[in-house]
């Protein structure tokens, strides 16, 4: 089975099953046993579910400015959660591919599989709030219309991108490439790193 075939549905009922509560503060119930990849790739939707939410949240125009910088803090925090993240089922694939004798002159990859994994998560939740739009009831027919042609392209990008993650997987396995993963390094977070924390001290 194609590794998309697996992550598909699951970000499809991680998003689904956010959307029952629709609440960025509900506590999540992932059904897949602790640890396992499946338990990695519904976490990974979800942290970008609840933060697809604040970033809609805090550009309410009348926010409250106090909510709006914690909302923002939150985002960053979410952001750091969601990236660790992505490097946790990166390693999962190192080990897959770690036996693999590569090419020769094996071709290189600009992103990690997770990270292509990480836009597939995103593209879920766009072609689920896509569809609200086709489907929003008061809408006028030429915002309709606007989102079904929008929600047609969102669909095919779906379709390529997971035919692109099977096949550099496929190539890794093969070891007509080679999988090299780069640590994001973020900066901002950490306070031996980012100025304005460090001159603080």
């Not at 992550?7 to 959307?19: C, G, Q, R, V």
């Not at 029952?20 to 976490?43: C, F, G, M, R």
């Not at 709006?68 to 939150?74: D, F, P, Y």
Request: glycine share 0%; proline share 5%; charged share 30%.
């Amino acid at each position: 089975m194609n590794f998309t075939a697996l992550a598909l549905p699951i970000f499809e009922l991680s998003t689904a099953n956010y959307h029952l509560l629709d609440d960025v503060d509900a506590t999540i119930q992932n059904p897949h046993p602790q640890k396992s990849i499946e338990y990695y790739l519904y976490l990974k939707n979800w942290i970008d579910a609840v933060q697809w939410h604040l970033e809609d949240i805090i550009r309410d125009p009348q926010i409250d400015p106090i909510k709006a910088l914690e909302i923002k803090r939150r985002i960053d925090k979410s952001n750091q959660d969601r990236t660790d993240l992505v490097e946790l089922i990166d390693s999962y694939f190192l080990d897959q591919f770690k036996d693999i004798k590569p090419a020769k002159s094996p071709k290189l990859n600009t992103e990690s599989p997770s990270w292509a994994m990480d836009r597939l998560s995103i593209l879920v939740l766009k072609i689920y709030h896509m569809q609200q739009e086709v489907d929003r009831e008061e809408a006028s027919e030429s915002h309709k219309k606007a989102c079904k042609e929008k929600l047609s392209v969102l669909l095919e990008q779906r379709k390529d991108l997971t035919t692109a993650i099977d096949q550099v997987l496929e190539d890794f396995k093969t070891g007509s490439k080679c999988m090299k993963v780069y640590k994001q390094m973020k900066m901002y977070n950490d306070p031996s790193l980012n100025p304005v924390l460090y001159s603080k001290k």
